[in-house]
């Protein structure tokens, strides 16, 4: 039976400040640390033994996976890291903070930004301190200036079909190490989440999540493995 393991990076320093931070790279707090490394027991403690991993190429998300598999002893483990497991990119909400904005342009319209289907937070300005236009890991790669949930889908989706699928298929045990959004995208596909209701669903952080499927990869069972 395929297993599909799913976890959120632990808190990171962005979390902590409340801030927007999508393609930015940041760094595990010592929370975010702890919960990885939380996430990684469990994993042994269910009994679970993934065979491959993927995750996005930033730090929160590599460290926690990282950490995960340490606490597991699965540190031998093939990790393949790739930008369209990225977190979504928050335009030009990139390092603002969420509260400020807030009583700024009111409360309705950051919720629009942070959790509509379809609609976009401003793009980048071609001089905003955080573009990664220099940043190596996205050499050759058309940077988006910013991207709604539905941009990150379509981004996630094509890669999952491709590069995961196969191995769930050939009744592999996968284990993710993400984000909030680039799972939503894969959350909603599994388990068939409409547009509307996909916005609300929390993921939180260093909590895994495991998907039982059956042969043809529909979803039998998902289940939080601290509360399996």
């Not at 996005?56 to 606490?71: D, G, K, M, P, Q």
């Not at 930008?83 to 030009?92: M, T, V």
């Not at 949930?149 to 009744?171: C, F, N, S, W």
């Not at 959004?181 to 596909?189: D, F, I």
Request: hydrophobic share 35%; aromatic share 8%; charged share 30%.
């Amino acid at each position: 039976m395929p297993k599909l393991i799913l976890v959120r990076h632990g808190q990171s320093e962005w979390n902590l400040e409340n801030r927007f931070t999508g393609w930015w790279d940041v760094d595990l707090t010592d929370k975010g640390v702890e919960e990885a490394r939380s996430a990684g027991r469990l994993i042994a403690e269910k009994g679970l033994a993934p065979t491959r991993c993927f995750t996005s190429v930033l730090t929160r998300a590599i460290r926690t996976l990282h950490l995960a598999l340490y606490e597991a002893k699965m540190l031998y483990l093939p990790v393949t890291k790739d930008w369209r497991l990225n977190e979504r990119h928050y335009g030009g909400l990139t390092g603002l903070n969420k509260q400020e904005m807030r009583d700024k342009v009111g409360d309705e319209q950051v919720h629009i930004w942070r959790r509509s289907f379809d609609v976009p937070p401003p793009p980048q300005d071609e001089d905003d301190k955080y573009r990664m236009d220099a940043d190596p890991r996205y050499k050759g790669i058309d940077i988006p200036d910013t991207e709604s949930l539905k941009d990150t889908i379509a981004r996630v989706m094509p890669y999952y079909e491709e590069q995961i699928v196969p191995h769930l298929k050939a009744g592999e045990t996968v284990l993710i190490s993400a984000h909030g959004n680039s799972l939503r995208a894969l959350e909603k596909h599994l388990s068939n989440i409409s547009d509307d209701e996909i916005t609300g669903l929390e993921i939180p952080t260093g909590r895994p999540i495991l998907y039982e499927l059956d042969d043809q990869l529909n979803a039998l069972s998902r289940a939080y493995l601290d509360e399996a």
